[in-house]
């Protein structure tokens, strides 16, 4: 059980990891094929931005004349005016350069931590099924606490936040040991 636990623990840290890796890479990708887009509209089909611009400016009820004096102010820094069309007209803000990284990080170290919890008991207890009592217990009681703090920092009520993520979790495991104990006899 150990080893099976730590070669999954392994296996799934890393696919979650590049999955939070490729995840964030991806945006960063279409942040800047947009950018590239927005630049050539402003340089071959500069007409359309200025009255795209303009809508905007119209959006938020400027008057005609300020809407104008705004897109021939902004329209003067190609830099600053792609800024501006990224952020209101696509609603994309500048993705943090490492945050493909820090992602596949923060996933796949989650990742062990989270799988650390339930296989700690077989390294401590030598017949399976006590550590398996051990281990739902264990698990359990750190699904509730980490739903609690989640709960608490986003607002939610905490007990309720908790209760929620400790019967995810338990639904979750229940599923895994089905299925395993619908293979085990095969």
């Not at 008991?121 to 606490?145: G, M, W």
């Amino acid at each position: 059980i150990v080893i099976a636990g730590i070669a999954e623990i392994c296996a799934g840290s890393i696919a979650m990891g590049l999955g939070g890796y490729l995840a964030g890479k991806t945006e960063q990708d279409h942040y800047q094929s947009e950018v590239k887009k927005e630049y050539n509209g402003i340089e071959n089909l500069r007409h359309l931005e200025i009255e795209e611009t303009k809508e905007f400016f119209a959006s938020i009820g400027l008057s005609p004349a300020l809407q104008n004096q705004a897109t021939e102010e902004i329209a003067q820094d190609k830099d600053r005016w792609v800024d501006f069309m990224m952020k209101y007209e696509l609603g994309l803000e500048k993705p943090d350069p490492k945050r493909a990284t820090k992602s596949a990080l923060n996933i796949g170290l989650s990742y062990i931590v989270g799988g650390v919890i339930p296989l700690s008991p077989y390294f401590f207890i030598s017949t399976s099924a006590e550590a398996l009592k051990i281990s739902v217990v264990a698990t359990l009681v750190c699904l509730f606490i980490f739903g609690y703090f989640k709960s608490k920092i986003t607002g939610v009520n905490p007990i309720w936040g908790a209760v929620k993520v400790t019967l995810i979790g338990a639904l979750a495991a229940a599923a895994a040991f089905g299925v395993a104990k619908l293979f085990e006899g095969h």
